[in-house]
């Protein structure tokens, strides 16, 4: 683990647009000197990436672990959904063995962000192979895409969403039954207590009330 004061910060934008004009960056940046400034922490050195999602290449990101190693510093994200549900990201954080801290939820840990990324990895396949199978349904029936049908194929999308919250308000609901069984009864306190658990919301942010009270609710 590196020094407790010594960090290593990386941003990520998604196109060359972004990159360019800043859109996004200065929010992280902000974030990050944000939460490095209450605790009196030292930023040594940022890097900005440029890239699209779906890439597996990151040359700043591996720069970036590199200068964690040599400064003996833990890696700074600004927001943990930004990263977390990226598994090229997870993959190339777990090889390094480097520390990071998200200032978003820097109760998180790379459990928890490998959780998130399998769970991300795994949704975006079904959702691939569901959109594929609908259309492939449609073209069978001898239907040119477009128009209405279109809407057929959203709805199956919907279903899926509604299918993937309802599986994670499943997964969530006996957590806070541990923390109401602790004496924890309003939603606020709940709410406080899986954020300070580092349990991450369906979006990979934090808890709320209303979080709270919507998956509740659902279940």
Request: with cysteine; glycine share 8%.
């Amino acid at each position: 683990m590196g020094k407790k004061g010594r960090f290593i910060a990386y941003y990520r934008v998604s196109t060359a647009r972004q990159g360019r004009s800043g859109l996004g960056l200065e929010a992280q940046r902000r974030a990050v000197a944000d939460y490095l400034g209450s605790n009196g922490w030292e930023l040594v050195k940022e890097f900005k990436e440029v890239e699209s999602g779906k890439r597996a290449d990151r040359p700043q990101l591996d720069a970036a672990l590199r200068a964690c190693k040599k400064h003996k510093a833990k890696l700074v994200i600004a927001k943990l959904d930004r990263l977390a549900r990226n598994v090229a990201f997870i993959a190339k954080l777990m090889e390094s063995g480097v520390d990071f801290v998200a200032a978003d939820l820097p109760q998180a840990n790379k459990l928890t962000i490998h959780i998130m990324a399998a769970m991300a990895e795994y949704e975006r396949d079904m959702i691939s192979a569901r959109t594929k199978a609908a259309l492939a349904a449609v073209k069978r029936r001898g239907v040119k895409l477009g128009g209405p049908r279109i809407r057929e194929v959203s709805e199956r999308g919907r279903q899926a969403q509604v299918d993937r919250a309802d599986a994670f308000a499943a997964n969530v609901v006996p957590i806070i039954k541990e923390v109401q069984k602790a004496g924890v009864t309003t939603l606020a306190g709940i709410a406080e207590s899986l954020n300070a658990r580092g349990v991450p919301t369906a979006r990979g942010g934090r808890w709320a009330a209303q979080t709270v009270k919507n998956v509740l609710e659902r279940a």
